[in-house]
């Protein structure tokens, strides 16, 4: 289980865009760096990542060896309900990762 | 004994000799990396449509001191209704080993078609954006970015 952090405002109004702020803890080797032996580092990069608000999913993305350490991924969503709010993603070595908040609708 | 030190101290410099030479013997990545013609990918992400440079804006710092960590954000111009939103949006950097740095999805709930994130850049170059709007219709959108310290180069090994 990997580490990571979701952050959406205290409240927000109904059909109203607001901000979901994700963050996880992860080095994306890109697997082209070498350690000081010379030998190269194996790839390792989170390549999925998606979020689903009361069941529905909201968003999601493929990520590359182009975003950086600790992928940081701020978005916009709108929501009809309070729910919760799922981050989920996976490594190309099949490691898991997941956050919950709750989102909540005035 | 000193015989033996001495073919010790030998061996041993060898072998960091041979350490050394393959550390700074930089990966087909780590070379100077020429900006690659994107066309062809952005093609197929298009399926062969060429898209509409507008509406798409890019915000990147003008210099960024460090290329392995460079902020990012992405606005599209878009009412984003049920009937005209943006789908996707997909990031190109011309001059890195892997052009696609990432691919986002949206969908009409999103409210704003704007994404923010830190990407990692193999120096001076064009970063492009390509959103993928309902209807199958596409914009494009490019900002310049000089990178002071590419990513991809590890900074320990220099």
Sequence with gaps: M???????????????????????????????????????????????LACRLGGREIFSAELGTGISANPYIVFFTTADA???????????????GRVTTMVTVV | ??????????????????????????SAAQRFQPAQDITPLLLQV??????????????????????NSVPMRIRVASPMSPGDYVKAIYIFAERNPRPLVATFHLNAQSGRAEV?????????????????????????????????????????LL
Excluded: Y
């Design chain 1, 82 to 96: 309070s729910g919760e709010l799922v981050v989920e993603w996976s490594d190309d070595r099949g490691e898991k």
């Design chain 2, 1 to 26: 004994m000193a015989r033996d030190f001495e073919m010790n101290r030998r061996r041993v410099l060898a072998a960091a000799g041979a350490a050394l030479a393959g550390a700074a013997l930089p």
């Design chain 2, 116 to 156: 923010t994130t830190r990407v990692r850049l193999a120096g001076t170059q064009k970063v492009r954006a390509l959103a993928e709007l309902s209807g199958d219709r596409f914009v494009i959108g490019a900002m310049d970015v000089l990178v002071t310290a590419a990513a991809c180069l590890d900074e320990s």
């Design chain 2, 46 to 67: 298009t399926r062969g449509a060429t898209p509409r440079e507008e509406g798409v804006e890019i915000d990147l710092p003008q210099i960024a001191e460090n290329g």
């Design chain 1, 2 to 48: 990997m580490l990571g952090k979701v952050q959406v405002p205290p409240t927000v109004k109904r059909g109203e865009a607001f901000e979901v702020r994700v963050l996880v803890q992860h080095p994306m080797e890109t697997g082209f760096r070498r350690n000081l032996d010379g030998q190269s580092i194996p790839a390792n990069i989170v390549d999925k």
